[in-house]
């Protein structure tokens, strides 16, 4: 009985809520502003003879949606008017037909959310209008202008003072960054076709816009994808099995590793096994100063470069072609940090040291992303 009793009153409490308290006090004072200027707009329209009333009730609940849920197609300013405005209308002229309570009240109610349906300016505190004013049998055609119009308005004003103040930018724009890192590289990981999709066959109305939740989503996927890199180390993915050159060996050597083992880069140590640079067939075709209709030894001959100290009397010495400095990582560095380097910089293979700096392995960019696709689960 006692884990039932958890079970059950675990069901009933909401989850906390993780808006911060500054963001809560925000919302507060942006209600408690936005209904101050309509109760004095109606303080003046009193004191000059204007016998209307001059609020409805309805306004607290939109308030709610115009500073506390701001992001909300039903708090943006179409649906706020348009749906306070068509509501009410909708609400006097049932009254005007209608006389019934029991039927005219469900009858108004129905009609307005249809209307709001059509018009996409679902809005949910205009359905309390259209109970409002049948239940105190208003009829007058003007209702609509004032207060109904004129609050609304007043308070879509407000809220786009006050929330832009504040760092809601309102009217909301769910066209947001979601930053420059190599997986954030797209503004929408989600297509709107897939998202269309599940919608539809969620088949409810969602208080969250399409982009909106198609942001979120990215968001999260961004989090959980920088979480499985930083998990998965170089160590773990690099290729132990390097082919690799002296800084001294002659360049046909390393033209015929290059050629028949299918490689697309080679790394060059010393006889510690640090990396001094690396060398590869763009180097070769970059360095070549002769047509390639000459034999092989005469292109070779063409692409020595200017002599390297200590290698003067190797005229086809590899430390004359090869790149210089070279991009290392260690083996302890994450995924994460190839992902800067492979998207980023645009290299296509990295060697990979130890704590030594000794030449351990090799990372390219199809190890890489063979990594992301194990990491992935697909259900």
Known sequence: MRQLFDKLIHRLLPEATSVSWSERFRSAVGVALGLAAIISLGWLLTSRGYNSPWIVASMG?????LFVLPSSPMAQPWAVIGGSCVSAFIGIVCTRFFHETAFLIPLS???????MFALRCLHAPAAALALLIPLNE???????LFPVLGNSVLLVLCAMIYNSLTGKPYPHSSKEDLGSSPLAMRDRKIEDEEINTVLAKYNQVL??????????????????YQKKLQSMLCKDIMTTEVFFVAMDAPLDQAWNLLRNRHVKALPVIDSARRVLGIITLEDFIKSASVDFHQS???????????????LNNLPNAVGQVMSKPVRVI?????????????CVDGHHHIPVINSERQLVGMVTQSDFVKAIDRSIDIR
């Open 61 to 65: 609940a939109s308030s709610f949606l």
């Open 109 to 115: 109610v129905g009609l307005a959310i249809l209307a």
């Open 138 to 144: 208003l009829t007058d055609i003007y209702f609509v």
């Open 207 to 224: 208080d969250i816009s399409k982009d909106d939740l198609a942001n979120l989503i990215s968001q999260v996927e961004h989090g959980a």
């Open 296 to 310: 092989f030894g005469q292109r070779i001959r063409g692409f020595m470069r200017a002599t390297v100290p200590g």
């Open 330 to 342: 260690s083996d302890d560095r994450n995924m994460l940090d190839l992902a800067e380097i492979f």
